[in-house]
């Protein structure tokens, strides 16, 4: 089952003068092989972020809610710091650990995303990371993968024991080396980012790169300006090749220039 893409955006007053517009979108489908949707996700200013559950059962779609219930608990208090994941975090793996059909072992989920703070008088990006789930940045019309994998075939091509090009198809690709799960409360990757006239971000769940390359997420991007519009394109062609696991997809798009009417007021962004 599909959960269409929707347009939605929000215009921020920074104390320099500048005025950010964001503007994004996010689905999620089942894909072409699977019964259920162990994705979820979580696309609410000033928070965009993407979890892919995995354990038997029910246990990977539980995990995956569970983690997006929390930190969408987190953002309706108005709250967004790594302090703040990081507690919810800790909530979600209580959850995880005491729901009655997570008792497999391997149940967890992968949560990867950006958000959208101050820092100063500036604004800043924050990636997060934990697992094999992506946040791309296409900036200046190059596309970058900007969190690392937690995976046996990452820590391989680190290791220089594996190119690029092997592990497409390892048979260890599908094995992470940290989750959000069972008695596991790891704090994420961070990464801290200016926030840049023209930016977009791709933030997604590994269905979407088992079936595109980064070639083929830059292409949709280029061809679809709007945020929508590449969420439905890129969903669309993951599916058209071969859809074999759950997919999911959030792009935010930036724009920043001088404020019309030089306003100096911000919004309540916590500061890091």
Not at 10 to 26: I, M, N
Not at 50 to 67: K, L, P, W
Request: proline residues 3%.
């Amino acid at each position: 089952m599909s959960q269409g893409s929707t347009a939605h955006a929000r215009e921020v007053a920074l104390a320099s003068g500048d005025t950010v517009v964001l503007s994004w979108a996010g689905a999620t489908d089942t894909g072409r092989r699977r019964e259920n949707n162990q994705d979820s996700l979580l696309a609410e200013f000033p928070l965009f972020v993407v979890a892919d559950g995995m354990g038997g059962h029910a246990g990977g779609e539980i995990a995956s809610q569970r983690t997006i219930a929390r930190l969408e608990e987190a953002v309706a208090a108005g709250e967004i710091t790594t302090q703040t994941i990081e507690a919810a975090l800790v909530a979600a793996v209580q959850d995880i650990t005491a729901h009655p059909d997570t008792t497999d072992e391997g149940t967890g989920t992968t949560l990867t995303g950006v958000f959208f703070t101050l820092v100063g008088d500036d604004a800043r990006w924050v990636s997060l990371n934990i697992g094999d789930s992506r946040v791309y940045l296409l900036r200046d019309g190059v596309l970058n993968q900007v969190t690392t994998d937690h995976s046996v075939v990452q820590e391989l091509i680190t290791a220089g024991r594996l190119s690029p090009e092997e592990a497409e198809g390892h048979p260890y690709s599908n094995v992470i080396t940290r989750a959000v799960g069972v008695s596991e409360a790891l704090p994420p990757d961070y990464r801290e980012f200016s926030v840049q006239d023209g930016d977009r971000f791709v933030i997604c769940s590994d269905g979407l790169t088992k079936e595109l390359t980064d070639y083929g997420i830059q292409h949709f991007l280029g061809l679809n300006p709007s945020a929508d519009a590449a969420v439905d394109a890129m969903l669309s062609a993951a599916l058209e090749n071969g859809g074999r696991d759950n997919v999911t997809i959030i792009v935010v798009d930036v724009r920043r220039g001088a404020s019309d009417d030089g306003s100096s007021s911000t919004v309540p962004i916590p500061v890091l």
